[in-house]
């Protein structure tokens, strides 16, 4: 995945501060991390696809993760990788997981 901006600038402030594409499965993990300002927990999960532009056929299913470290963060973020990352689960039920665990 990219970490840099257009004019080659990293990324700062854990965005993605882990990420992962598998070529084999298509499948990708992006994980941002906020900084922490509060007790709450606070972490947020969705499914995105993307591809390059010039290309509509291949591109990768990536569950995408925006949390603030906490361990019941960690505990919900690894979950939903677990089940991410075996081989037969779908985009859609991902998507499902993801709205019945937040």
Same mark, same amino acid.
Request: with cysteine.
């Given at each position: 995945?990219n970490v840099?901006?257009?004019?080659? #600038?990293?990324?700062?402030?854990?965005?993605p501060?882990? $990420?992962l594409?598998?070529? +084999?499965?298509?499948?990708? /993990?992006?994980?941002? *991390?906020? *900084? &922490? #300002? #509060?007790?709450?927990?606070?972490? &947020?999960?969705?499914m +995105?696809k993307?591809?390059?532009? +010039? +290309?509509e056929?291949?591109? /990768? %299913?990536e569950?995408?993760?925006?949390?603030?470290l906490? %361990?019941? $963060?960690? *505990?919900?973020? $690894?979950e939903?990788?677990e089940v991410w990352?075996?081989e037969? #689960?779908?985009?859609?039920?991902? %998507?499902?997981l /993801?709205?019945?665990?937040?």
């Open positions: 995945m840099h901006f257009v004019d080659g #600038t990293p990324f700062l402030d854990g965005n501060i882990y $990420s594409i598998s070529p +084999d499965s298509k499948k990708g /993990i992006c994980i941002n *991390q906020d *900084q &922490a #300002t #509060t007790e709450k927990v606070s972490i &947020a999960a969705y +995105d993307f591809r390059p532009i +010039d +290309d056929e291949n591109f /990768i %299913e569950l995408v993760i925006v949390c603030k906490s %361990e019941e $963060s960690v *505990q919900l973020a $690894s939903l990788i990352v075996k037969n #689960t779908s985009y859609y039920e991902m %998507e499902l /993801i709205e019945k665990k937040l």
